[in-house]
C-alpha cells in the first residue's frame, strides 16, 4: 500500500523568501503524485500534479514541484512567498486503480514579515 | 461552474445521536469520495462512490455508512456519535473515479462538533 510522509510539521518563512515543502511517498510502481493547499475554514485546493513526464511540473499560485524517482521524493517549491500563500499544505499520492488518495499530515506554512 | 457544495457547514450533536451531511458534486462528475479530517489523524479515507455504488472504503467502523444518488448527489450518515467523531468531513468529486489519477475537487467541508 501507498503512504506519504511530511517530515516537516510547521515551517515559518520570511516574506519573499523562498519556500521549499518536503514529501516522500511509499509506492512499489510510479506514482500519481498532488500537492493541495488549504486555508483556514476551506476545503482543499490543488496546487499541481504529477502523472508522467517532465519531472518538474508546474502549478497555480507560482508553485512547482520535482518527482525525483531515487529518493522517492515529490517536494513543492515556490521561489518568493506571499503573505497570502499561509496555508496547510498536503501531499497525495495516488496509486493503481481501485485505491484511494491518500494524503500526508500535513505542513503548515506562517509566513513572518 | 459551480464547486462542490456541503451543507450544512457546521453543525453540533450530542454522543449517541446521529447525523447526516451531504454533498453535491460538481456537474458532471460521477464520483464522489469522502474524507474524515482531524488535528491528530489529518486526512483518513472514508468511501468513494461512483454510480450509486460504493467502490472504496476506507477503515472507519460501521456507524458511518454512506450512498450516492442517481443525480450523483452523496449523503453519508454516522450513527451513535461519539466525541472522536469530531471532525471536518471533506466532500470531494471528480469525473471518472476510482483512479490513482484521480484529481479531486474538494468542498469547503462539513464541521461537525460533538459534546
Known amino acids: 500500500a501507498q503512504s506519504v510522509t511530511q517530515p516537516d510539521i510547521h515551517i515559518t518563512v520570511s516574506e519573499g523568501a523562498s519556500l521549499e515543502l518536503r514529501c516522500n511517498y511509499s509506492?512499489?510502481?510510479?506514482?500519481?503524485l498532488f500537492w493541495y493547499v488549504q486555508s483556514p475554514g476551506q476545503g482543499l485546493q490543488l496546487l499541481l500534479k504529477y502523472f508522467s513526464g517532465d519531472t518538474l511540473v508546474q502549478g497555480i499560485k507560482g508553485f512547482e514541484a520535482e518527482f525525483k524517482r531515487s529518493q522517492s521524493s515529490f517536494n513543492l517549491r515556490k521561489p518568493s512567498v506571499h503573505w497570502s500563500d499561509a496555508a496547510e499544505y498536503f501531499c497525495?499520492?495516488?496509486?493503481?486503480?481501485?485505491?484511494?488518495?491518500?494524503f500526508g499530515k500535513g505542513t503548515t506554512l506562517s509566513v513572518s514579515s | 461552474k459551480a464547486g462542490v457544495t456541503q451543507t450544512p457547514r457546521y453543525l453540533i450533536k450530542t454522543r449517541g445521536q446521529q447525523v447526516t451531511l451531504s454533498c453535491s458534486p460538481i456537474?458532471?462528475?460521477?464520483?464522489v469520495s469522502w474524507y474524515q479530517q482531524t488535528p491528530g489523524q489529518g486526512l483518513q479515507f472514508l468511501f468513494e462512490?461512483?454510480?450509486?455504488?460504493?467502490?472504496n472504503k476506507g477503515n472507519f467502523p460501521g456507524r458511518f455508512s454512506g450512498r450516492q444518488f442517481s443525480n450523483s448527489r452523496s449523503e453519508m450518515n454516522v450513527s451513535t456519535l461519539e466525541l472522536g467523531d469530531s471532525a471536518l468531513y471533506l466532500c470531494?468529486?471528480?469525473?471518472?473515479?476510482?483512479?490513482?489519477?484521480?484529481?479531486?475537487?474538494f468542498g469547503a467541508g462539513s464541521r461537525l462538533t460533538v459534546l
Open positions: 509506492y512499489g510502481a510510479t506514482p500519481y
Open positions: 497525495a499520492v495516488g496509486a493503481q486503480a481501485g485505491t484511494a488518495l491518500i
Open positions: 462512490y461512483f454510480s450509486e455504488t460504493q467502490r
Open positions: 456537474s458532471g462528475h460521477r464520483s
Open positions: 470531494a468529486s471528480s469525473l471518472t473515479g476510482v483512479s490513482g489519477a484521480n484529481v479531486l475537487t
